[in-house]
T-cell receptor, first 118, second 115 residues
Framework: DGGITQSPKYLFRKEGQNVTLSCEQN?????MYWYRQDPGQGLRLIYY???????QKGDIAEGYSVSREKKESFPLTVTSAQKNPTAFYLC?????????????????FGPGTRLTVL | AQSVAQPEDQVNVAEGNPLTVKCTYS??????LFWYVQYPNRGLQFLLK??????LVKGSYGFEAEFNKSQTSFHLKKPSALVSDSALYFC?????????????FGSGTQLTVLP
């Protein structure tokens, strides 16, 4: 997980509340990502950001919002509009690998935040 | 659109035996392929990747993967399994061409190594 931190590790939310999940990286990576993991479904992309002050929706952006004001930080807000927010949330970052003619953008992941709605 | 299939939800193998975790993919053009491992309540750890060249890729902890373009497969292998290899394994793909950096992940395979 080294270099990418997520907090808190566990988070409990009451219905109707917004909550913000923190993701910080000290790897000097340009791109950052948020995924949601549900049992048996693998990882699904929520939002991603390739540079500061820019981000794009992933496959399941509804009910979520993000910001990218600093290169090292990419917080995710789970809003009350997200109907089923209980899940494991993973943040990742990547930079372009220095392989001649190839840029694989290997993603490295944080330890995750488990969100439970009460 | 790109996709990944991991046809086995669960793989059981005895300690010391070889293991294989299967992955097939679909992508436009040439692929970049990745394997990650996840231990309970942890993030994903990068194991290995295929970029180009040699079809047999060696990675961390003694794992390797074989790229087969004709079968669009990228199976993960290890010659001798350890109990500590028990974890959830994910295969991922992205296209070489195009500006997007998104990975598409498979649904995961739970590997259990029995002592």
């Amino acid at each position: 997980d080294g270099g990418i931190t997520q907090s808190p590790k566990y988070l409990f939310r009451k219905e109707g509340q917004n909550v913000t999940l923190s993701c910080e990286q000290n790897l000097n990576h340009d791109a950052m990502y948020w995924y949601r993991q549900d049992p048996g479904q693998g990882l699904r992309l929520i939002y991603y950001s390739q540079i500061v002050n820019d981000f794009q929706k992933g496959d399941i952006a509804e009910g979520y919002s993000v910001s990218r004001e600093k290169k090292e930080s990419f917080p995710l807000t789970v809003t009350s509009a997200q109907k089923n927010p209980t899940a494991f949330y993973l943040c990742a970052s990547s930079t372009r690998d220095r392989t001649p003619l190839r840029r694989t953008d290997t993603q490295y992941f944080g330890p995750g935040t488990r969100l439970t709605v009460l | 659109a790109q996709s990944v299939a991991q046809p086995e939800d669960q793989v059981n193998v005895a300690e010391g035996n070889p293991l294989t975790v299967k992955c097939t993919y679909s992508v436009s053009g040439n692929p970049y392929l990745f394997w990650y491992v996840q231990y309970p309540n942890r993030g994903l750890q990068f194991l290995l990747k295929y970029i180009t060249g040699d079809n047999l890729v060696k990675g961390s902890y003694g794992f390797e993967a074989e790229f087969n373009k004709s079968q669009t497969s990228f199976h993960l292998k290890k010659p001798s399994a350890l109990v500590s290899d028990s974890a959830l394994y994910f295969c991922a793909v992205r296209a070489v061409s195009g500006s997007a950096r998104q990975l598409t992940f498979g649904s995961g395979t739970q590997l259990t190594v029995l002592p």
